[in-house]
C-alpha cells in the first residue's frame, strides 16, 4: 500500500492535470483549436484574449480546481500513513504541473502551469495563497503584464512558506514546480525585455489573434 499510494498520486496527478478547459472549450464551443491562435498557450490569459470574458473565467476555475482536488486527496491519504500531507500534496502536484504541461491527450502539448501552482499553494498554506494572490493582482493592475505578475507572485509565495512553517521538503517538492513554471514563461521573459510583452486587461472584449 505504501509503495502504491507514490505510483498513484503520480498517474493521478498527471492524468488528471492533463486535462486542458482551454483546449476543450476551444473544440467545443469555438470550434478552433487555442493552441494555433494568439501566443498558441492553451491557458487562460491566451484564451481570454482570443475569445474574449464569457467563459475565460470558467477556464480559470476548472484550472484551478483539477490540480486542487487531485493534490488534497493524496495529500490526506499521505496523512494516513506518514502524517505527511503537505509533502503528499506538493509530491502530487509535480505530476500536475507536467501532466498539465505535456498532457498525453493532445500530443503533450499543454500550458504553462501558474493556476495549478496557485491552487497547490493555497493547499499548502492558505495564507500563502492569499498574499501571493494580492500580489499578483496589485501587479496586474499596476505593470499590467500577466506573465510577470504571476511569476512574481509564485516565487513570492515559495519564499513565504519557509517562515510559515511548510515541511521543507514540501518547499522543496514546490520551488521545483514553480522553477519548472518560470523556465515555461521563457518566450514571456524573452517579450518583457524587449518590450514587446502583451498587456492584460480585465475587459471582456475579444482581440485579434497574433
Not at 491557458?43 to 475569445?51: A, E, L, S, Y
Not at 512553517?165 to 524573452?190: P, Q, S
Request: charged share 15%; proline share 2%.
Amino acid at each position: 500500500m505504501k509503495v502504491l499510494i507514490w505510483i498513484l498520486a503520480a498517474l493521478a496527478g498527471y492524468l488528471v492535470a492533463g486535462i486542458n478547459p482551454a483546449i476543450v472549450f476551444s473544440k467545443l464551443i469555438y470550434h478552433q483549436d487555442i493552441r494555433t491562435l494568439g501566443s498558441g498557450n492553451p491557458g487562460f490569459t491566451n484564451f481570454k484574449r482570443v475569445f474574449g470574458n464569457k467563459f475565460a473565467w470558467y477556464v480559470l476555475i476548472l484550472d484551478l480546481v483539477k490540480s486542487a482536488i487531485v493534490c488534497f486527496l493524496f495529500g490526506l491519504w499521505f496523512r494516513h500513513l506518514y502524517g505527511w500531507m503537505q509533502i503528499g500534496i506538493a509530491y502530487t502536484a509535480v505530476f500536475s504541473v507536467l501532466g498539465h504541461a505535456y498532457p498525453v491527450y493532445y500530443k503533450f502539448q499543454g500550458g504553462k502551469g501558474f493556476l495549478v501552482n496557485l491552487s497547490v499553494l493555497y493547499l499548502l498554506d492558505w495564507r500563502v495563497g492569499l498574499i501571493a494572490t494580492g500580489i499578483m493582482v496589485v501587479l496586474i493592475l499596476t505593470v499590467k503584464y500577466m506573465s510577470l505578475a504571476t511569476m512574481c507572485a509564485l516565487v513570492a509565495g515559495t519564499l513565504l512558506l519557509i517562515p510559515f512553517g511548510c515541511d521543507r521538503i514540501a518547499i522543496l517538492l514546490y520551488g521545483f514546480c514553480v522553477i519548472f513554471m518560470i523556465v515555461r514563461h521563457r518566450e514571456n521573459i524573452k517579450r518583457l525585455l524587449n518590450h514587446t510583452e502583451s498587456k492584460f486587461s480585465l475587459g471582456g472584449s475579444k482581440q485579434k489573434s497574433e
